[in-house]
């Protein structure tokens, strides 16, 4: 009989986190990983929202589709548009509730992250739950983050709450690698007029306040939606289109962040002798 696998991510472990519900960080981190695996990386995508899994809907995978196992203990990850995801939307039902207190989704956190035989990837995004709660320390204690992205809208409630993730983060010595400003303005389709809907420049303002790069600013984005909406991200569903062109940027910026970083050794997560 083999010996239980031990698996490492060859590279990095990036979480996107939001303050706050409601700015599009999980339609932002679908595009941003099938971005980066169109520029040549082999990208992991963990939904770590375990009260509301998003990424198989947005990804388009079955709801009847099951992870296949191995040795009757780990995960075999589901691949979608060239990426090796995990959620635990996987493994419920739509119609299933997570009524869980704080240790028991911070425990299923854990199992996802260590169950999975992610194999030889370069990079693993993990998509959070909004907020600053057990799952984001879990994380932070249970794998070597690299850094996190900070999506947020230009509201100045969102911006608020922005601020509050930001905090998190450094105080649990995960460098911020960048602001992602998601709806930042939205440009009429008849006559061409583009106006900033939710306020202007508070991105920007931002990350400039803590020094960190602004990674993207996205346009609020009836096609984004749509797209999302279907489970055909728009970077596969309109390449050259602006919107995708744009999450092609931000990929380019967030590997660009991620070079300036002080080189760390490579997280290890073992799962047994």
Known sequence: ?????????????????????????????????????????????LDADIYGPSQQHMLG??????????????????????????????????????????????????QLLEKTLWGDIDLLLVDMPPGTGDIQLTLSQRAT??????????????????????????????????????????????????????????????AAHYAVPLLAQIPLSRAIREQSDQGCPIVVSDPDGKEAQIYQQAASALTASLAQQQPTSAPVISMGD
Request: hydrophobic share 40%; glycine share 12%; net charge negative.
């Open 1 to 45: 009989m083999q010996g239980i696998p031990v698996v490492s991510f060859s590279r990095q472990v990036v979480a996107v986190a939001s303050g706050k519900g409601g700015v599009g960080k999980s339609t932002v981190t679908t595009n941003l990983a099938v971005a980066l695996s169109q520029q040549g990386l082999s990208v992991g995508l």
């Open 61 to 110: 995978v079955a709801e009847n589709r099951t992870p296949d196992q191995q040795d009757g203990e780990f995960l075999l990850p589901i691949e979608a548009y060239g990426l090796k995801t995990m959620s635990m939307g996987y493994l419920t039902t739509a119609e299933t509730p997570m009524v869980w207190r704080g240790p028991m989704a911070s425990s299923a956190l854990s």
């Open 145 to 206: 983050l690299s850094g996190a992205v900070i999506v947020t809208t230009p509201q100045d409630i969102a911006l608020l709450d922005a601020r509050k993730g930001i905090e998190m983060f450094q105080k649990v010595d995960v460098p911020v690698l960048g602001l992602i400003e998601n709806m930042a303005s939205h440009t009429c389709p008849a006559c061409g007029h583009s106006e900033p809907l939710f306020g202007e420049a508070g991105g920007k303002n931002l």
